[in-house]
């Protein structure tokens, strides 16, 4: 490559000259090629892999005969492109250099001619704005050629450290790249290789101790390895778990690692040009994966960019400076100070983005852009750091949003006389809400069409609290454009009223999002999915009646039919997670309170981003998260968690509480209290209300002998939790003078002694004994542990235990998969080996794409214990027998005919996929097998069906 000549002082130190002529020199460095033995080779090689010089190894100079001073004019990576670049010279440029008479005519010229052709090159790297240096393209070279890796694996980032070999460090280079982990050093002619498949890391963790300080410690079946003397230690610690749970996702999915081809193109000052487009790639996954989860927005929505700024509120006249956040479809806003106020804008909803007039709005300032809304709210956004930039921007945006497909879109005012959103304008969609009613799709909730009898308290609670919530709306807007204060947090910690439950669910949740734009997707989805006949929905047929069976509606045919619509629609439109048990229980609330779509896009919320993983064969989510909250139990209930350990009670008290909301462990009066908490704070709040149970228990659960009586205690405990005293005790007057949300330290703690006088626990006027107000457990959990307990560290716990998770199915996997392997003459160690070779060899070409998503999921999801593991197609059977059998690597020109006879032999129900134990039997027969059994095989694959004779050529023919 051509670079801008410059002055080198010492052509020939640590450099060979391999070609010359009058004006030219072409020189490879010391340590590359063939003669890598010598001492000046290694001495070399030690400072390039010491020191961050590392220059390409090749190079072309020039210089005159009666001159000292030489100039770099090209460098390379490969000799193949160097050598390109000096027959360019010679054809091009020697002819016309003998021509001039003065030397520094010949130098200036030279000069002039390489700058040429490097500013065409720049020209050219202009139209992709991202290519990456000629140092990245340096150290690829070098990856791909350290360690032998195939094309297709592409290196992410590079970072000089220094690996731990027992008690002395050896400075080196750390590759991370899509699927592997890999560390280069040599220094003195000693070489560390050290090349880790992220699919085997079971644990990534920082550690500071007196053996390894400051260093980062990955740990796989084989061992720990420890890296330290990082430049930029949070940077590679935060690559590296991103990449490791990229592994985890494809261990438990299947799914090809793909690259952000958007990102080539973005348009947005925000983002950092990176040495590596794949960097900027896991980059901006991370920084989009944080603003979706902060905003709840839908999966596929991208962050753009960001920019300071302050948000002009009317309800107290205020600015509040904070981030705004742009994508594709939302901008969104949130302070600087925790909680003070949110704002989350549609582009749907958007009317016109103009810059506000600073002498109309005096208040506002300089560099103000004003949002009007088509409902006529209108959103200021006042000192706007670029504001020309961002008005071009949303200016773009907004012209590529497409119209809203349903009135619902432009609903931002919803009328709160029912749980469903009902639309003030009902627009041209008659006939698809008519083709809904007939149907039989509900378009409200069940509990409108089932009522119960409501004790005297808790209707003039409701009452209370939809007058304070109607006064919310009032001040702070309402639909997906209202402020979101410290007062909302008030009202929804006092509980929400029973009418308003769907509208502040569906807000809050990000559900509202999906519903809006996929209008009539769910009818679709019934029509498709009722019918079907697959697994998932006979094990829905199987729970339906098991669905909530307190409540009246689900003893009737319409409320079945509903759930049944609910949880099919969902398996048909997700059928990696089809359907799990618990999910059953979560619908049938949903239902009782929403309208029957709104329930399925909640469940979809709940599902895909609430709650991810939790409902799939495996329930992977719930065993990471009760691991988490082992941890959280160690470290804030530590004598609690020691007598847990005791009882062998660690890992069995909160998978239900999780998998159902505590739906399944109290009355459901009381755990929707936990689900509008939950719907508001996301997955943090279910910690805190556990956490705050077991603390409130901790006492008599320390007194507790066997692991029977641990258990029934908290079940009568969970049990006994209710929603509205006897007369004695008013919730409705003691929420509405409970204290403000930054003063929870002060809130009284209400309980009732075991064994009170017996009152209703629900609406289903069951007797009971009570223990305490459910909104007592609420307020405690944010007392206690709010500030205690972020989101950000339930990211990261979660990390750290998803690891081992699912490491720990992988290996319950591979022990069954070897225990169906009949006896041969490999040991069981190279069994083992050998079955860790196939499954990683298919894990990579997943990664790489060269497997196609849909095969990988298919063959991924056709058990749950372990079989897909066992499942080899043809290619793969074909790369392994090559690899490992001796009938694979003899140089037979008919070797592929024969591979696939054999494969069909094998392949017993003729699917195209035989069983590893299958792959066992033929490498032990052709490989180590008696002559007998080989000479059988052998003409056994010669005989009809597996040997077309039409293929058979006889000697006279």
């Known amino acids: 490559m051509w670079v801008k000549p410059e002055e080198i002082l010492v052509p020939g130190a640590f450099w060979n000259a391999e070609q010359t002529n009058k004006y030219f020199i072409l020189q490879q460095r010391h340590g590359h090629g063939k003669n890598k033995t010598n001492i000046t080779s290694i001495l070399v090689r030690t400072l390039d892999t010491v020191l961050d010089t590392k220059p390409p ?54 000069k002039c001619k390489i700058e040429s052709l490097v500013a065409d090159f720049k020209r050219s790297k202009d139209s992709s704005e991202d290519s990456e240096s000629q140092t990245f393209r340096l150290y690829s070279y070098r990856f791909h050629r350290i360690f032998d890796m195939p094309e297709q694996e592409k290196l992410v980032n590079f970072y000089s450290c220094s690996y731990w ?53 990955v740990c796989t079946r084989q061992g720990q390895f420890n890296f330290s003397m990082f430049v930029r230690k949070s940077d590679t610690f935060n690559l590296m778990t991103q990449l490791a749970n990229l592994a985890m996702k494809q261990l438990m999915d299947e799914e090809s690692f793909r690259e952000d081809t958007d990102l080539l193109y973005k348009l947005s000052k925000n983002v950092p040009k990176k040495a590596s487009v794949l960097k900027r790639d896991m980059d901006a996954r991370a920084q989009s994966e944080a603003f979706r989860s902060t905003f709840r927005l839908p999966a596929d929505e991208k962050l753009d960019g960001l920019t300071q700024c302050a948000l002009w509120t009317p309800y107290n006249k205020r600015q509040s400076k904070g981030i705004l956040y742009l994508s594709n479809n939302y901008v969104c806003f949130k302070s600087k100070v925790p909680r003070l106020v949110d704002l989350i804008i549609p582009l749907r ?248 779509e709104e329930a399925f896009w909640l469940l979809v919320g709940i599902c895909e981003r609430l709650l991810p993983d939790y409902y799939n064969r ?177 990211s990261t716990l979660r990390l750290k235990h998803r690891l081992k998770v699912i490491q720990t199915l992988e290996d319950a996997a591979m022990r069954n998969a070897l225990r169906s392997v009949p006896q041969t003459n490999f040991s069981q160690m190279e069994i083992q080996e050998l079955f860790l070779l196939v499954r990683g060899d298919h894990l990579w070409q997943v990664a790489c794409g060269a497997v196609s998503d849909e095969k990988a999921v298919s063959t991924a999801g056709t058990s749950g214990n372990g079989h897909q593991y066992q499942l080899i197609d043809l290619e793969q059977f074909r790369s392994a027998f090559m690899a490992f059998s001796p009938w694979g690597n003899n140089g037979n020109p008919n070797l592929h005919p024969l591979i696939h006879r054999i494969f069909m032999l094998f392949d017993d129900d003729c699917d195209g996929y035989i069983k590893f134990c299958d792959l066992v039997q033929i490498l032990a027969i052709t490989g180590c097998g008696d002559v007998t059994y080989r000479l059988r095989l052998f003409y056994c694959l010669h005989l009809p069906p597996l040997l077309n004779t039409t293929d058979v050529s006889t000697p006279g023919s």
């Open 165 to 217: 070999k027992g008690s002395l460090p050896r400075q080196g280079w750390l590759y991370l790249s899509v699927t592997h982990l890999c560390f280069y050093s040599y220094i003195i002619g000693k070489e560390t290789k050290i090349q880790i498949r992220w699919t085997d890391v079971t644990e990534l963790e920082t550690i500071n101790s007196f053996v390894f300080p400051d260093s980062i410690q």
């Open 57 to 110: 190894p090749y190079r072309i100079l020039h210089q005159t005969p009666n001159s000292e001073v030489y100039y770099l004019v090209a460098c390379s990576l490969t000799q193949k492109e160097i050598l390109q670049d000096w027959d360019w010279i010679a054809k091009n440029l020697m002819h016309t250099l003998f021509n001039f008479d003065n030397e520094d005519q010949v130098t200036e010229f030279v």
């Open 349 to 596: 909803e958007v009317q016109v983005i103009e810059k506000a007039s600073t002498d109309t709005q005096s208040h506002a300032g300089e560099k103000s852009i004003l949002f009007t809304m088509k409902h006529k709210a209108s959103f200021l956004f006042t000192q706007v750091e670029d504001r020309e930039f961002l008005s071009q921007k949303l200016s773009e945006l907004l012209g590529r949003t497409s119209a809203p497909k349903s009135p619902l879109e432009d609903a931002s005012s919803l009328c709160s006389s029912s749980n469903s959103f009902i639309l003030l304008e009902s627009g041209d969609d008659d006939k698809h809400h008519k083709r809904n009613q007939c149907d039989g799709i509900l378009h409200q909730p069940l509990m409108e069409l089932y009522a119960l009898p409501v004790h005297g308290d808790i209707l003039e609670t409701e009452t209370e609290k939809e007058k304070e919530w109607t006064k919310h709306f009032e001040e702070f807007g309402r639909g997906m454009t209202i402020y979101r204060t410290t007062d909302t947090t008030q009202l929804i910690l006092r509980g929400v009223p029973d009418k308003l439950r769907s509208e502040i669910w569906l807000i809050y949740s990000g559900a509202s999002n999906e519903l809006a734009n996929h209008a009539g997707h769910y009818a679709d989805l019934v029509e498709a999915a009722v019918l079907k006949k697959c697994q998932s929905n006979e094990e829905i047929e199987r729970d339906l009646h098991r669905s909530l069976p307190e409540h009246p509606a689900f003893h009737d045919e319409l409320g079945l039919n509903a759930l049944r619509r609910v949880l099919c629609s969902y398996a048909c439109r997700n059928p990696h997670i089809g359907y799990c048990q618990a999910m059953n229980m979560v619908a049938s609330v949903l239902l009782l309170y929403c309208s029957e």
């Open 618 to 794: 495996k329930v992977v989510g719930a065993m990471v998260d009760q691991n988490v909250m082992d941890e959280l139990m160690e470290k804030h209930l530590p004598k609690l968690h020691a007598h847990l350990v005791k009882l062998n009670m660690i890992g069995m008290i909160c998978l239900s509480w999780f998998l159902t909301l505590f739906l399944s462990v109290m009355s459901y009066d009381c755990a929707v209290w936990i689900m509008d908490c939950f719907f508001f704070e996301g997955a943090k709040v279910i910690f805190q209300v556990a956490l705050t149970i077991l603390e409130l228990n901790e006492e008599a659960l320390l007194k507790c002998q066997d692991e029977g009586e641990a258990m029934q205690l908290l079940s009568e405990y969970l049990n006994g939790i209710y929603v509205i005293g006897d007369s004695v005790l008013d919730i409705g007057e003691d929420l509405s003078k409970s204290p403000p949300f930054n003063n929870l330290n002060s809130f009284p703690l209400q309980t009732i002694p075991t064994g009170a006088p017996v009152g209703p626990k629900s609406r289903m006027e069951r007797s009971h004994k009570k223990s305490v107000l459910i909104s007592t457990i609420i307020f405690e959990s944010y007392r206690r542990f709010d500030t205690i307990l972020q989101s950000t560290d339930i």
